[in-house]
Nanobody, 118 residues
Framework: QVQLVESGGGLVQPGGSLTLSCAAS????????MAWYRQAPAKQRELVAQ???????NYAGSVKGRSTISRDNAKNAVYLQMNSLRPEDTAVYYC????????????WGQGTQVTVSS
C-alpha cells in the first residue's frame, strides 16, 4: 500500500519560515520524481517544486529563491523549506510521487494546511 504522509504545516506570520516533510512508504522511493503542489481556495492545484531522481530541482516562479526542495533517499522522505512566507502562500500543500516507466505511477498525499497570516 502506497502512503505519502505530509507534516509540518501550520500557522505562520508573514516573513516566517516553515519546513514541510513527506514520508513515503510502499514505493521504490529513489526511482520516483518527488514534488510539492499546493491548492488555495477556489484555485487550481499548482506545482510548487519538484526534485528528480538525480536531484535536479525545479521551482514555480512564485517561490523561486524563497524555497528549497530536498530528498533523503535513505529515509524515503522529501522536504520543502519555505522562507519569507507571504499570505498568498496560504494553501493546502500536497506531496506527489511520480514515475513513468511505460506505465505512469502517480501518487498523492492527503495534504497539509499552511496558513500565512498575522
Amino acid at each position: 500500500q502506497v502512503q505519502l504522509v505530509e507534516s509540518g504545516g501550520g500557522l505562520v506570520q508573514p516573513g516566517g519560515s516553515l519546513t514541510l516533510s513527506c514520508a513515503a512508504s510502499g514505493i521504490a522511493f529513489r526511482t520516483y520524481t518527488m514534488a510539492w503542489y499546493r491548492q488555495a481556495p477556489a484555485k487550481q492545484r499548482e506545482l510548487v517544486a519538484q526534485i528528480t531522481t538525480g536531484g535536479t530541482t525545479n521551482y514555480a516562479g512564485s517561490v523561486k529563491g524563497r524555497s528549497t526542495i530536498s530528498r533523503d533517499n535513505a529515509k524515503n522522505a522529501v522536504y520543502l523549506q519555505m522562507n519569507s512566507l507571504r499570505p498568498e502562500d496560504t494553501a493546502v500543500y500536497y506531496c506527489n510521487a511520480r514515475r513513468v516507466w511505460g506505465t505512469e505511477y502517480n501518487y498523492w498525499g492527503q495534504g497539509t494546511q499552511v496558513t500565512v497570516s498575522s
